[in-house]
Each structure stands twice: as C-alpha cells, then as structure tokens.
C-alpha cells in the first residue's frame, strides 16, 4: 500500500532506504523526595549508597535511609570524607592545595598532562575512582580521568558543559558524575549529559552524588533529593504513553483539539484548563499526521480513529464559519473555536487592542470587530484572520489523510468536498484566504502582485509560493480537478513561482530565522514533491529543499531530518558542473534517533539555563535580527541536545540558550508521534 502510494506520486524511490534499528533505550526521568514525602529537612547536605543499594540521606535535621518506600532515621550518619579509594588500594585526595594521590603511606601532589597540557589545579573539588579503576578529577581548570598512566583532560572546549565543580562520583560502568553550583553533568566517555533546573533538580546547587549499580543517580541539594532514574524502554511505547496521555488531558472540545493545557500549580498535573490557541488548526493537523503515518506503518485501527477525529476537527473549522451574523465565505477555515457557553473572547481580542497592536508592531494588523463572530447555531465563537501556516497545517495533514486513511468512499468524498471548497476559495480570491469583513487575513497572501511587486510580503515571496504550489498540487491529487492544475501552472509559467520555491527565505545562515516559518516550508517542500511529477520541476524544488535543510541540519530535529530524508533519497541536481547528489548526508539518522529517545516524557515547562556553560559558541551577531543575545550552540556545531532545553512545538527555537518555564504549561506528545512514525513509515526506524 505504501509503495503504490509513493509511486503513484511520481516519487524517484531510491535503491535502498537509510534505517537504523531503534532497541531498547534508556528512558530518563526523575523523582523528587522532600519534606512532603518524609525527610526531616529539604537541606539534604549528603547522600550514599550503600553495597547493598541501601540510600541514606543526610539533612540539616538528621540523616535518614530509604527503606520499603518510606525514610526512616538512619542508625549513625555516613562520614563525609574528601579521599577515595580504588581496588588496586590507591588513594586520592582533594585538597584546596591540589589533587594528591596515594599508593602506600605517602601522598604526592599530581600533575596531569595529556601531553598538550600540563595542569598544576588547586581547589580540587572532588576525586572518584569509576568502575574500571580510573582516577577522576575535578577543579576549576577542568575535569581529568587517569587511566594506565595516561591523562585525559576536559574543558568546554572538549564538551565539559561547566566546571564550578561541587563534587565527583562514579557511576556504572564507564560513567562519571559531577556535581556543580549549576546542575549536574553525566558523562560515559563519549556523551555529556547536563542536568539543571526544575526538570531534573530540586535546586541547582549540587552537593553530593550517589550512583546505584542500575545507574540512577541520587542527587543531594539545599531544596531536596532527586533521583534521576533509567528505565528500560522502547520508542513504540513511548509513543503509547503520550496517546494514552494525549487522551487524557489535551483533547479540547467535542471536536477534539489537541493542544497544550494549563496547570492550576506548577508541577501539578492533576489540575488544569484546556485553552485555545491561535493554530489549534496546525496543531491539530500536525498531531492527526502522526496518526496518519501511524496507520500507514501499522494498520492500528485505533490510529485511525484519530485520524479520523483530526480530519473533523478540521472540517469543522469549515463549516463553523458559515452563516450567522458574520458569515465568512465559502470555504474559509476558522483558526479555533471557544464554547458561547464559557468566556466572551472579543472582552479581550477586540478592535481597540487591533489598532495598538497595529500602531506599535505590525502597520499591516488587521483590526477585527468582532474577531470572534458567533456561528450560526449560537453554540461557537470562532476565530477571524487565519494564517498561512494554519492552511500549510492543514493541508500537510489533508494528503496524509486521503493517501492513507481514508478507505470508503463517504470518506475520501468528505475529503475531495472540504480541500475543494478550500482551495476554490482561495482561486475564486485572487490567491488570498478572505474573512468575513471581505478582506484578506494577515498572512494567508499568495497572489503575485502581492508576493513579486508588494514590498510588505517580499520577505514572504519564496516561503508563500511554495504554500500556494503545494496546496494547488494537494487539491490535484485528492480532487482530480484539472483547474487547480491550471493555476499551478499559470502561476510558475506567468510568475515565477517555481524560481522564487527555490530561494524560500532571506537566509543569514544556520541559526537565522524563524523556526515557525522552517517547519511550514518543510510541510510544503515534502508535499509538493511528494506529488510533482515533472522531473525539472522535482530537480529545482529538491535544490531549494536542500539549500535550505543545510541551515537546518544543525538543530537535531527528526521531523525536519525525516521529511527531508523522504524526499530527498536518491535525488540528484545537474547543472554545468556534474551531478550532485542531494540525499540526506552526515549522522542525520543517528541524531534524530537520539532526539526521540531523549525527548523528555516530562513535557511540563520548566524553566532551563544554559548561557552560562562552557561549551557553547555564541551566534554571530549578523546571524540574527536584532543581534545573538542568549543565543548558541555547542563548539560540536550542534543545538543543545533536547532534554537541555524546553521544547513546546517543532516551532521553538533549538538556538535560545535560556527559557524562562513557569512549570504552568503542559504540552501534549504530538511533537514525539509525529516524527516517530514518520519515521517508521519511511522505513528509516526498525524496532
């Protein structure tokens, strides 16, 4: 079924599909223990493990042991001791003077060198001796590992996340831990991993560490303990758990819009509000995708009962806006919608707040009364002045639906009538989404007066000529009506538009940009390349996809990875020069997976900070408008890895190195279920 669809398409299937197969991983996720939950005080100075497994805490009240789930006082308080011990029978020290290490009565200063550097550190911070018998260290120079007589050091440069070091442990096999004022760092010999803020810490301040034989690591600070734990898992069941979460929580209305909610208490999942947003359509659209590829890969019947339920959230957005007192016209789709039973929307988004917004930021904001009309029934207030990157959502999921979800015939009608009066609309408007005052919205603009002559949507020229494209080429396929055909081809014959689809966005280089305006030409690009069939047209769009997933490469996204490496798999560009292979190159597949296993199950946002650390490299100031402030990326090239920062939607920006997260916000899991099952569906994960 798969094959026929991507052939069907005019798709170039390559020889042999890129896959890695996924296993079991190690899921993280932490548990914290306070006064709430039995310990004598949050001051938690101390924490050991003993060979037995047993946890001992010590706090400013008295030291306490974990016993069948509850903390008990402990029979003596653990010794702190700044000395560790191998099992060879050596001996190291940390000394404000240096480190000194011991092979019989005597101690002696050491020196590390790796043969670059010679160190003489003071205020050595910690020393453990790890699992294979190797000497760590750690001070304000860095941090160091001793092994058969040979040193290697770690500062920024090498990948140390930060060195105000508070205290060193070893963990399982290979690992090491370090304690910090800002966090915690877990390092295996090849993989820093850092742990701040709510997410992972009861507070940053890091005083102690105790790593158990299974690897979860205790954590001592002036706010409480936490254990970060590993769990065995797979990524099929961690798609599971967010459905099974998504069910739960963030299903918004009858119609079931999946969208993010608000915690009554921060934490506190067992309270919240179900809220709107300004893209219910995208979002709804991009988690309905997922379950799209859901069906297509496994032929879950339950997949497809929320695709299903997506296409009519969807479809509703068309039909709520027809009729009342302010009709829009036929075909038009409602960014969200609110019950009349609940809050009045327009005491808020009303027409004096429009002309501030308009004064102050945008010369081009649309001033709405109201821009919530009321629908015909009485029962919805809907929302006026829908965006290009809603319609780019919904019909991103539109084809997903028709080509692998919809099998009877009332079903596959249903979809041809909604796209149709959709992009009818959009033809009947000279190219422009028009709302019920008459008027276009503010964004939905893609006839060529606007995009080639109009200087207030030159920056959008490439970005709104690649939507329109793909959403005439969308309605081709699903309807068969040959007019969208038509304009598809006056508009590259007459426009250009195909030449402007290669250069999408004014690019200042890796980091530039908007994240929101990437994840809209990636939903396009694959679309419009999906269904193209002529091979001149495929070469130039596939160039322009390439050209610009160069700028996105560095972000360790899955989706942007997986869409691009769908497309672009055995794709060549010629020109005067040979021929150039455009498939997706470099450790793409290996970073998405790393993506998917470490994106946190913990979607509260809590706040993170990163600006501080050792090894990241600025942005340029030229990179951004506006300049770089708090913004970077590790000296690997690379974005922070994803459970480092907070990520809400595939629209955040990876570069920001700081988010100030309240703990109030609980995102759903569509960001994980999409490019998991994309990624099943093309092949390129195999459990």
């Known amino acids: 079924m798969r094959l026929m669809v991507m052939l069907a398409a005019g798709m170039t299937l390559a020889a042999q599909t890129p896959s890695i197969r996924t296993g079991t991983f190690q899921a993280q996720s932490r548990v914290f223990y306070t006064t709430e939950n039995g310990l004598p005080s949050n001051d938690v100075t101390d924490v050991r493990i003993s060979a037995a497994g047993e946890v001992t805490a010590v706090t400013a009240k008295g030291a306490v042991t974990l016993s069948n789930g509850k903390w008990t006082a402990a029979k003596a308080a653990p010794a702190k001791s700044s000395i560790a011990q191998a099992k060879d029978g050596r001996k190291a020290d940390a000394r404000p003077a240096g480190l000194f290490v011991s092979k019989g009565k005597n101690w002696e200063r050491t020196f590390p060198t790796d043969g670059k550097r010679s160190w003489a550190p003071v205020d050595v911070r910690g020393v453990a001796f790890d699992a294979k018998n190797r000497l760590w260290f750690a001070s304000p120079q860095g941090a160091g590992v001793e092994e058969n007589g040979k040193w290697t050091l770690y500062t920024g440069a090498e990948g140390l996340p930060y060195d105000d070091f508070t205290c060193v442990a070893a963990g399982e096999e290979g690992v090491v831990w370090f304690g910090t004022k800002v966090g915690a760092i877990r390092f295996d010999g090849k993989v820093w991993e850092y742990r701040q803020g709510l997410r992972w810490l009861p507070a940053d301040e890091v005083r102690a560490i105790a790593v158990a034989a299974n690897g979860d690591a205790w954590i001592a600070t002036p706010a409480g303990l936490a254990v970060i734990e590993r769990k065995p898992m797979t990524l099929a069941a961690k798609a599971k758990w967010f459905e099974d979460e998504i069910d739960k929580r963030h299903r918004r209305t009858p119609y079931q819009y999946v969208h993010p909610v608000v915690l009554k208490r921060p934490g506190d999942v067992s ?411 093309h092949g390129f994960l195999r459990e």
Not at 307 to 326: D, I, P, Y
Not at 355 to 376: G, L
Not at 428 to 452: K, M, Q, Y
Not at 602 to 617: E, F, M, Q, Y
Request: hydrophobic letters at 35%; charged letters at 25%.
């Open 271 to 681: 309270e919240y509000t179900q809220v709107d947003s300004d893209n219910d359509g995208l979002w709804t659209s991009m988690y309905g995708a997922g379950e799209c590829f859901a069906f297509g890969a496994t032929g879950s019947a339950e997949s497809q009962k929320r695709a299903k339920q997506a296409f009519e959230a969807l479809r509703f957005l068309g039909t709520v806006t027809q009729g009342g007192a302010h009709p829009a016209p036929k075909g038009f789709v409602a960014r969200s919608i609110l019950p009349t039973s609940g809050r009045n929307p327009n005491d808020h988004d009303n027409a004096a707040r429009d002309r501030a917004t308009q004064a102050e930021r945008d010369h081009r904001w649309k001033i709405f009364e109201p821009r919530w009309p009321v629908s015909a029934d009485g029962k919805w207030y809907w929302k006026t002045d829908t965006s290009s990157d809603e319609l780019d959502g919904h019909y991103f999921f539109y084809a997903l639906y028709y080509d692998l979800v919809a099998k009877s015939e009332d079903d596959r009608k249903a979809v041809r009538e909604h796209v149709a009066a959709l992009t009818d609309h959009l033809l009947v408007h000279n190219f422009t989404l028009v709302d019920h005052d008459g008027e276009p919205t503010r964004w939905a603009i893609f006839n060529p007066e606007s995009l080639n002559e109009g200087k207030d949507f030159w920056q959008e020229r490439g970005m709104n000529s690649i939507s329109i494209l793909a959403y005439l080429k969308v309605a081709e396929h699903i309807t068969g009506d040959k007019k969208y055909a038509e304009a598809y081809d006056r508009l590259i014959q007459r426009h250009d538009y195909a030449a402007n689809a290669m250069i999408v966005k004014t690019h200042l280089g890796a980091g530039a940009g908007n994240q929101s305006d990437d994840e809209m030409i990636f939903m396009n690009y694959y679309n419009l390349l999906k269904y193209e069939k002529d091979p001149d047209l495929r070469e130039k769009y596939l160039m322009g996809f390439h050209c610009h997933y160069q700028n996105e490469q560095p972000e360790l996204n899955p989706l942007f990875n997986f869409m691009y490496a769908a497309m672009a798999q055995g794709g060549k560009y010629h020109d005067a020069y040979g021929e150039q292979d455009l498939s997706a190159r470099g450790p793409w597949l290996e970073e998405s997976l790393d993506s998917l296993q470490r994106l946190p199950m913990d979607r509260i946002d809590w706040g993170v900070k990163n600006s501080h650390r050792k090894d990241i490299i600025p942005l340029a100031p030229n990179v951004r408008e506006g300049g770089a402030r708090q913004t970077g990326y590790r000296n690997n090239g690379k974005v922070l890895p994803i459970d480092e920062r907070y990520v809400g939607h595939w629209n955040h920006d990876p570069w920001a190195l700081d988010y100030r997260g309240a703990g109030r916000s609980l995102g759903d899991g569509a960001i994980y279920l999409l490019p998991y099952y994309m990624g099943v569906y």
